[in-house]
């Protein structure tokens, strides 16, 4: 079974520019988590999708950060414009619905904004 | 607030050592996991605990549900420098709430 896969695996932008990352999920999986990692902490979530619908995106920099679902797969993030503190490693997961919340990683984009 | 507490934050043992890892919270939990994570890489589920009280064993590791579901430890037995990573718990606290981590215990097996 193929896992969760991300792209780019890098990415080194200036502060201001905008950046999208891309995951697809584990195929079937329902529930599709973005997260942020800054160096030395546990995952922080951003958003959680079910199917192409928002379950929470309470943590997200509405101002800065969008993301989106459109069919229920694949899902983008979005950063515009990137501030230095965004730098961080951007994780996507995804879980079966009604499996509970096992979650399954992709190996992650490191972003880095000088 | 963090939800879920990790500690210690770093730990840097000998090969063959005994450690125990805990999280800890003032909430309870329908489920919480333990991930390893690599440098460069996701974080990998080891196991998940449902059952206050619950006890599940993978090889040299053991983990261990609080009976009130509101803490968790993970114990290593004969630690092996391939053990060093960190150590993440995560919990949800109903079915598909978000998942939410601590921030994990960072170990170091040295030979």
């Known amino acids: 079974e193929a896992g969760v896969a991300q792209s780019p695996r890098y990415k080194i932008i200036e502060k201001r520019q905008s950046v999208a990352f891309w995951c697809n999920p584990i195929s079937g999986h329902a529930t599709l988590y973005w997260y942020q990692q800054i160096l030395g902490q546990g995952p922080k979530l951003l958003i959680q999708f079910q199917n192409n619908g928002v379950v929470d995106d309470s943590q997200l920099p509405k101002d800065r950060f969008s993301a989106e679902r459109l069919k229920g797969v694949d899902s983008t993030l979005k950063i515009q414009p990137a501030k230095l503190e965004d730098s961080a490693v951007y994780l996507c997961?995804?879980?079966?619905?009604?499996?509970?919340?096992?979650?399954?990683f992709g190996q992650g984009t490191r972003l880095t904004v000088v | 607030t963090q939800l879920l507490e990790q500690s210690p934050q770093f730990l840097s043992i000998q090969e063959g050592e005994n450690l125990t890892v805990y999280c800890n919270s003032s909430?309870?939990?329908?489920?919480l996991q333990w991930y390893r994570q690599e440098p460069g890489e996701g974080p990998v589920l080891l196991v998940t605990v449902v059952t206050g009280g619950e006890v599940k064993k993978l090889k040299r590791l053991t983990f261990q549900f609080g009976d009130a579901r509101k803490d968790s430890s993970l114990h290593i037995t004969a630690a092996q420098t391939g053990d060093t990573g960190l150590y993440l718990c995560a919990g949800a606290q109903a079915g598909n709430t978000p998942l939410v981590f601590g921030k994990g215990t960072r170990l170091s097996v040295i030979a």
């Open positions: 909430s309870v939990f329908s489920s």
């Open positions: 997961a995804s879980s079966e619905a009604g499996r509970g919340t096992e979650a399954f």
